[in-house]
T-cell receptor, first 110, second 117 residues
Framework: EDQVTQSPEALRLQEGESSSLNCSYT??????LFWYRQDPGKGPEFLFT???AGEEKEKERLKATLTKKESFLHITAPKPEDSATYLC???????????FGIGTKLQVIP | GAVVSQHPSRVICKSGTSVKIECRSL??????MFWYRQFPKKSLMLMAT?????????EQGVEKDKFLINHASLTLSTLTVTSAHPEDSSFYIC?????????????FGPGTRLTVL
């Protein structure tokens, strides 16, 4: 069974204080690993898809990286508007189903 | 691009009534739609996967007679919660994947907050 574990569960940063969120996964043949951002009371917003170990993707202050066992979402010089819950999910080859982690709730304080 | 809408955003109903939630892909054809349920401090729980024109595939433990899913067109899927009870109160979110997107990327709707009194 596919599993996704995200850490930490919650993270509080000062504005400008860079950090990383972790997503550890087990899957029987990775098709894709996804990062989403979710604001309270809203649906997840797509950020990145990573397909193979060594791949990196960037968007504004966010950078996602992937190894064979985990993915990191690095946030550089965060701003208060980056406060949200960040979800990681994996999809196995040959399957449509995506398995989500619980997420990391990020709070950026001015 | 890849915008998904959901309606209604909030619904309050009495126990025993049925509620229908609509999910639409606005700028692409969704060959596959997914329905999730989200509990506080829990991960998104997949309820069912529906491919256009086919019967939905339900996850283990999800009652298909209680949660009726229809995916009659490439832009619309509906979830009907039949004979709703307070324990069905939750945040329901749909997502869609298909032509015009990278096929295995899902784009989510804004969610529907269901409260059953």
């Amino acid at each position: 069974e596919d599993q996704v574990t995200q850490s930490p569960e919650a993270l509080r940063l000062q504005e400008g204080e860079s950090s990383s969120l972790n997503c550890s996964y087990t899957v029987s043949g990775l098709r894709g690993l996804f990062w989403y951002r979710q604001d309270p009371g809203k649906g997840p917003e797509f950020l990145f898809t990573l397909y193979s170990a060594g791949e990196e993707k960037e968007k504004e202050r966010l950078k996602a990286t992937l190894t064979k066992k985990e993915s990191f979402l690095h946030i550089t010089a965060p701003k208060p508007e980056d406060s949200a819950t960040y979800l990681c999910a994996v999809q196995a080859k040959g399957y449509q189903k995506v398995t989500f982690g619980i997420g990391t709730k990020l709070q950026v304080i001015p | 691009g890849a915008v998904v809408s959901q309606h209604p955003s909030r619904v309050i109903c009495k126990s025993g009534t049925s509620v229908k939630i609509e999910c639409r892909s606005l700028d692409f054809q969704a060959t596959t739609m997914f329905w999730y349920r989200q509990f506080p401090k829990k991960s998104l729980m997949l309820m069912a996967t529906s491919n256009e024109g086919s019967k939905a595939t339900y996850e283990q433990g999800v009652e298909k007679d209680k949660f009726l899913i229809n995916h009659a067109s490439l832009t619309l899927s509906t979830l009907t919660v039949t004979s709703a009870h307070p324990e069905d109160s939750s945040f329901y979110i749909c997502s869609a994947a298909g032509e015009g997107t990278t096929l295995n990327e899902q784009f989510f709707g804004p969610g529907t907050r269901l409260t059953v009194l």
